[in-house]
């Protein structure tokens, strides 16, 4: 039998907009979903969050390089690919995630730094925060 953990990071491996029909079985009803754009409480919520990123950036993919976990709770290193602009957009970021009595999610946080890692790539913003990072830099 596959533990709560390796079947949670697999489904996110493989997701897909066909593959979010199956959210329920991995996340609670009230599960908490937070990411540097989003604070959602709730299943349908989180659905609408990665449905927001299918539309927007299409096909994606989620790697996870490294997962630990204690009593409840499970740290995943992972590297984000996708396209943004019609770009190559990839990035590496971290989640903390929390499961419930019945080996669901109840709290998945993701960690990834978007200014350098979004803000930075739109135009007018980014060069203003690149030239923000490289003023405060240590030199």
Excluded at 17 to 43: H, I, M, Q, S
Excluded at 44 to 69: N, S, Y
Excluded at 74 to 80: H, N, P, S
Aim: charged share 30%.
């Amino acid at each position: 039998m596959t533990r709560p953990d390796e079947a949670y990071c697999r489904y996110l491996e493989n997701l897909t907009p066909e593959t979010l029909a199956r959210l329920g079985d991995y996340v609670t009803d009230d599960v908490r979903f937070k990411d540097p754009f989003n604070d959602v409480r709730g299943r349908d919520a989180m659905r609408r969050v990665f449905i927001h990123m299918f539309e927007t950036l299409g096909q994606i993919r989620f790697t996870v390089h490294h997962a630990a976990r204690d009593d409840d709770t499970l740290l995943i290193a992972w590297r984000f690919e996708s396209r943004l602009r019609a770009l190559p957009w990839a990035f590496d970021g971290t989640s903390v995630v929390r499961f419930a009595a019945d080996g669901r999610v109840r709290e998945h946080i993701d960690h990834w730094d978007a200014a350098s890692d979004f803000y930075e790539r739109l135009p007018l913003i980014g060069w203003l925060l690149a030239r923000l990072r490289a003023r405060v830099a240590i030199r």
